[in-house]
């Protein structure tokens, strides 16, 4: 089992930018699909973004197309997630995810990480 470690979280205006960056333990990290997911206060935990094990595909919730990239570097074993243009609505705990795995309408996960905040302000 991968052990993940989120940074970058903090409070930002509507419109401005932050990277969040999720750094994993073990050497299987190059192995596994990652992804990162939010949770709002009251609200389920939300598939945000994956990415393939090689970082050759990736996926992102319609909310944040366009707006969010998700990347990786196997060398170190790192996967990042680009926000920008953020809005209010993107405030939540954003989480990374370890062997990362769609299931019909609902996602797999391996490995959490403990969750960073992400405060949007108006």
């Known amino acids: 089992q991968v052990q993940l470690v989120e940074s970058g979280g903090g409070l930002v205006q509507a419109g401005g930018s932050l990277r969040l960056s999720c750094a994993a333990s073990?050497?299987?990290?190059?192995?596994?699909?990652m992804g990162w997911f939010r949770q709002a206060p009251g609200k389920e935990r939300d598939f945000v973004a994956a990415?393939?094990?090689?970082?050759?595909?990736?996926s992102y919730a319609d909310s944040v197309k366009g707006r969010f990239t998700i990347s990786r570097d196997n060398a170190k074993n790192t996967v990042y997630l680009q926000m920008n243009s953020l809005k209010p609505a993107d405030t939540a705990v954003y989480y990374c995810?370890?062997?990362?795995?769609?299931?019909?309408?609902?996602?797999?996960?391996?490995?959490w990480g403990q969750g960073t905040q992400v405060t949007v302000s108006s």
């Open positions: 995810a370890a062997d990362v795995r769609p299931s019909g309408s609902y996602y797999y996960v391996g490995s």
């Open positions: 990415i393939s094990w090689s970082g050759a595909r990736t």
């Open positions: 073990g050497r299987t990290f190059s192995t596994y699909a």
